[in-house]
């Protein structure tokens, strides 16, 4: 069986917080392999097919204001169970939640409970890896 892949962004937090090399140093660190690297400022539409799922909740116009404020990293990465290891090291979705030890746990702020500045998005299912590695890396 071929290693699994999934799709890591850096958000426009890390960016702007100057966290991509850590960010990338963890995922790397673990053992992953980075396999595709872009930077890019997110236009609407790709952010909106990215975050489908979310359409019409409370938080969404914010998360793609938000999404779309600055440049974002986006990360290809590779090997055994990615998909579950990188959202295990980046930690659960509230900043102030998450564990210590965790990219967002250890970095990530609330701003005011923001709760999408969040730092990174990691693929939560192989069908979504695929989906969104097709469009970040179209
Ligand atoms: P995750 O990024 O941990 O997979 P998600 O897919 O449920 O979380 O949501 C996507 C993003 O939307 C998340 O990173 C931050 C934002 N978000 C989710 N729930 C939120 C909430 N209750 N309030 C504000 N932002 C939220
Ligand atoms: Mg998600």
């Not at 595709?36 to 409370?58: C, F, I, N, T, V």
């Amino acid at each position: 069986m071929s290693a699994e892949q999934t799709l890591i962004l850096v958000k426009p937090d890390g960016v702007a917080r100057g966290l991509t090399g850590e960010i990338l140093r963890r995922i790397e660190a673990k053992g992953y392999a980075v396999t595709g690297l872009r930077m890019l400022s997110a236009d609407r539409e790709l952010l909106a097919a990215h975050y489908a799922e979310h359409a019409g909740k409370p938080f969404y116009e914010p998360l793609i204001d938000f999404m779309s404020s600055g440049p974002t990293v986006a990360i290809r990465a590779e090997g055994d169970r990615v998909i579950e290891g990188f959202r295990s090291l980046a930690g659960t979705t509230d900043p102030t939640a998450a564990a210590p030890g965790t990219i967002r746990g250890d970095l990530g702020r609330d701003w005011g409970l923001k709760v999408q500045q969040n730092l990174v998005h990691g693929s939560d299912s192989p069908e979504s890896a695929a989906r969104e590695l097709a469009l970040w890396f179209a």
